[in-house]
Structures are given as structure tokens and as C-alpha cells.
T-cell receptor, first 112, second 111 residues
């Protein structure tokens, strides 16, 4: 079983560039979410989705967009990368928000 | 909004000593989840507590959910080097669809 697959694993961007972090799950989970992890800050929710066609903002949504056209995929877009967005990004999925979350391996993103 | 705080932020223990991390929420929770993240890895689900005053055990790990459903703790008895990692609690409120993570407690074990 693949579980939750994130690509790429590492990425270096220049300030102002845009990019999309990919997330796919094969468990037929309705709930998907994106977190960023910074040292000493734990995991902060960026955006989440309770099903295809439905997305909502989390704690730190500014500078990020998401869409959910299918149950399987939940891409995260950085519109204009800033050094403050240097972080490790985790995608997670579950049957619902109050069920155990399955995390991907993460994307380590550096913005110069 | 809902805030979940975890203490301590770091803990060094000698192998064989006990360890406890505490989690406190600003609001009443419908459930609380605990995760473990090994260095360089991703968070892995450990357990979920739902009932007020609930206590669950997994081998040397004991999890408690407070009577008011606003706090929780994880206690590890006789730590081993394999327990090294960061332990996170995550709380789900009674309304909405957000799961809020605490800042985590990083456990380091000296052999």
C-alpha cells in the first residue's frame, strides 16, 4: 500500500517563484490536510478539505492555495515563495478530521 | 481559536527513567490523539482518547484524558533508546473540522 505520497521530497526555490507540492492518497480518505512544521512550533494547519470540491483555511493559510478536484489528490500551491515559507510540509489524510491522521514523508522546502 | 499547549518542550532522561509529557487545551475537546515522530521522519499515530477520564495503555506507554476533556498526558515507564523522538498531542474540538497540534515534546534518552 502506498498510503500518502508526497512529491517532491526536497525543493529549493528562489524568492518570488511559484510551485506546487503534490499529495496523493490511495485509501479513499475524505479528509486531507496540509501542515507546516518549523522548529519548536509543532505542526500548524495550512488548509484542509473534507471532500472533493470542498476546501477551507487552517491556522496559517496566507501565501498558499489548495484545490481538491478528486478524492485522491490535494495539491498545495505557493503563489510567490518567500523565505518565511522555508519549512517542512506534511500532507495527511483520514476518514474524517477526528480520526487518526496518516502522514506522508514530507517535503523539505528551502526558499532563498 | 483553539490552542493546544504541550510541556515540556524538551526532556533528557537516562535510559530506564520514566518520562511524562503534558497537553493542555484552551477549549473542551471531543477527542485527543497522540503521535510520535522519529528524527527525520513523519508523525505516526499512537492512540486516540475519547471519553472523559479515559486511560489507555500500550506496553510501557500510558495515556490519560482529563475529566474535563481539556488536558491529557503521556507517561513512558522505563524509557529505552527506541523511545527517542518528538511526541505530539492533537486535539479535536467539539465544532468544526480542525485538528490542532501541540508544539511537541522532544525526548532524548541517554544510554
Amino acid at each position: 500500500n502506498a498510503g500518502v505520497t508526497q512529491t517532491p521530497k526536497f525543493q529549493v526555490l528562489k524568492t518570488g517563484q511559484s510551485m506546487t507540492l503534490q499529495c496523493a492518497q490511495d485509501m479513499n480518505h475524505e479528509y486531507m490536510s496540509w501542515y507546516r512544521q518549523d522548529p519548536g512550533m509543532g505542526l500548524r494547519l495550512i488548509h484542509y478539505s473534507v471532500g472533493a470540491g470542498i476546501t477551507d483555511q487552517g491556522e496559517v493559510p496566507n501565501g498558499y492555495n489548495v484545490s481538491r478536484s478528486t478524492t485522491e489528490d490535494f495539491p498545495l500551491r505557493l503563489l510567490s515563495a518567500a523565505p518565511s515559507q522555508t519549512s517542512v510540509y506534511f500532507c495527511a489524510s483520514s476518514y474524517s478530521s477526528n480520526q487518526p491522521q496518516h502522514f506522508g514523508d514530507g517535503t523539505r522546502l528551502s526558499i532563498l | 481559536g483553539q490552542q493546544v499547549m504541550q510541556i515540556p518542550q524538551y526532556q533528557h532522561v537516562q535510559e530506564g527513567e520514566d518520562f511524562t509529557t503534558y497537553c493542555n487545551s484552551s477549549t473542551t475537546l471531543s477527542n485527543i490523539q497522540w503521535y510520535k515522530q522519529r528524527p527525520g521522519g513523519h508523525p505516526v499515530f499512537l492512540i486516540q482518547l475519547v471519553k472523559s477520564g479515559e486511560v489507555k495503555k500500550q506496553k510501557r506507554l500510558t495515556f490519560q484524558f482529563g475529566e474535563a476533556k481539556k488536558n491529557s498526558s503521556l507517561h513512558i515507564t522505563a524509557t529505552q533508546t527506541t523511545d527517542v523522538g518528538t511526541y505530539f498531542c492533537a486535539g479535536h474540538g467539539n465544532a468544526g473540522n480542525m485538528l490542532t497540534f501541540g508544539g511537541g515534546t522532544r525526548l532524548m534518552v541517554k544510554p
